[in-house]
């Protein structure tokens, strides 16, 4: 069974344990609670809808990034360890307590395609110690590998791959050599896992594009386009959107230009921006084109304000996951955008006529006027335990009683109702300044 790659990817739940400041397992579910609106999409194989959002809330130092972090690890830990793995595994175990002597363990739910997958992984520094590939492709569950240390187990429909026993290492991810042999459907599998943008988490992910790569070449009539496969009328509808939500931000913005840096016109700073984007497409830059009351004006990128650059890059980072279904995860989204911008996003990923394939956003931030525009299910609070390891629990079932839908979040949780608020002790640093005995 052979799922095309770029249909959609939507994530159900995951969890962690012993990962960063993780120590115990963390759940976090998209299986929305209240069904009947824009932001909760059907999923007729799971007979759930699933949410298009999602929030997480807390304290400085309680894990908000680090849950994120373990998810986009994941990703790519199963798209990249076969080349990117060496002897050692580059996990970071939970540092205090016994996190060094125990397992990483990791489980991914998603439908790909419709179909539910569900990948399981316990691995230390030195080995991989179980993984395990389910999918339901009748809502009955069937096992498509599972590996013990180095015995591996295949599913008879996979047949036996030449050379997967040999590239089997301790330090090796069997489902990223079943997916380099392209044993489907594990390579479906992988290569939607792959789709999953990440924004925000440039210092700590490893896999990162330079900002805007995707419109730059979405722009530039000299590129192929971010995809080959995109036809002339799809691209100029792509085109169009983007446009519209350039403009939806208010600054003026009219279109897109990718010009040639090769001109001696251009200065020093637009040849750096593009050398940013590769060797091979150095002699190309991007214009942003300004109103000013007849044909627009260009403005080298360099020159925009800090707010339309990451708004330009958040654009290039939200798109493509419109276009293929995708989730987008996005570390403190509040750091960088205004906002009424992060609250245009949320409203886009909930529009079902903006977001048709049901993307999904997964974000955290310190911004609680944004809580105005979520549901009860749609936001998870982080806690840090005594022992410094990260608490997170639903808001939804916060203390083990269902909030009610029409509890205004913002105003509650300022108030402290829901926990996951700084615990601040100005008396304790006007003490340190010697201002009180």
């Not at 996190?99 to 316990?122: A, H, M, P, Q, W």
């Not at 109103?291 to 990128?301: M, V, Y």
């Amino acid at each position: 069974m052979r799922i095309p790659g770029r249909l959609g990817l939507t994530l159900i739940r995951f969890e962690a344990k012993n990962f960063r400041s993780i120590a115990a397992p963390v759940t976090l579910s998209l299986v929305a609670i209240d069904q009947d609106r824009e932001a909760a999409r059907p999923a007729e194989r799971l007979g759930e809808s699933l949410l298009t959002r999602a929030a997480i809330y807390g304290p400085n130092a309680s894990g908000k990034s680090n849950l994120l972090v373990a998810l986009i690890w994941l990703r790519d830990a199963v798209t990249d360890s076969l080349h990117a793995w060496d002897d050692q595994i580059p996990v970071d175990p939970f540092a205090f307590g016994e996190g060094g002597e125990t397992t990483t363990e990791f489980v991914l739910d998603l439908l790909v395609g419709g179909v539910r997958f569900e990948y399981v992984l316990g691995l230390d520094a030195e080995r991989v110690h179980y993984e395990a590939l389910h999918h339901y492709p009748e809502r009955r569950r069937r096992t498509l590998f599972e590996r013990e240390a180095e015995e591996l187990s295949l599913h008879r429909t996979l047949g036996s791959p030449a050379g997967t026993r040999e590239l089997l290492t301790p330090t090796s991810l069997a489902v990223t050599i079943l997916s380099r042999l392209r044993v489907d459907p594990v390579q479906s599998f992988v290569d939607c896992l792959a789709s999953f943008e990440a924004a925000g988490m440039e210092r700590v992910v490893r896999r990162t594009l330079a900002p805007g790569r995707y419109l730059r070449a979405l722009f530039d009539d000299a590129m192929p386009g971010p995809d080959p496969r995109i036809a002339a009328h799809e691209r100029a509808r792509q085109r169009e959107q983007a446009r519209s939500l350039l403009r939806m931000a208010d600054l003026g913005i009219r279109d897109v230009a990718v010009v040639d840096v090769r001109n001696p016109m251009l200065d020093l700073r637009s040849m750096t921006e593009a050398l940013l984007y590769g060797p091979e497409q150095a002699d190309r830059a991007v214009q942003l084109i300004h109103d000013d009351g007849g044909t627009g004006r260009p403005l080298p990128f360099h020159e925009e304000s800090a707010g339309t650059q990451t708004w330009y890059s958040a654009i290039g980072t939200v798109l493509p996951a419109l276009h293929s279904g995708s989730p987008v995860v996005f570390d403190e989204l509040d750091a960088s955008l205004h906002p009424t911008l992060a609250a245009h996003l949320l409203r886009i990923f909930a529009d079902p006529a903006i977001n048709p394939k049901g993307a999904q956003l997964i974000f955290s931030s310190h911004d609680t006027s944004l809580l105005a525009h979520l549901n009860r299910d749609e936001v998870w609070l982080t806690e840090k335990r005594k022992d410094g390891s990260t608490r997170l629990g639903a808001l939804s079932d916060f203390a083990g009683e269902r909030v009610r839908s029409s509890v205004k979040l913002e105003s509650a949780y300022l108030h402290g109702k829901f926990g996951a608020l700084p615990d601040v002790d100005q008396a304790e640093f006007l003490r340190s300044l010697g201002l009180i005995g």
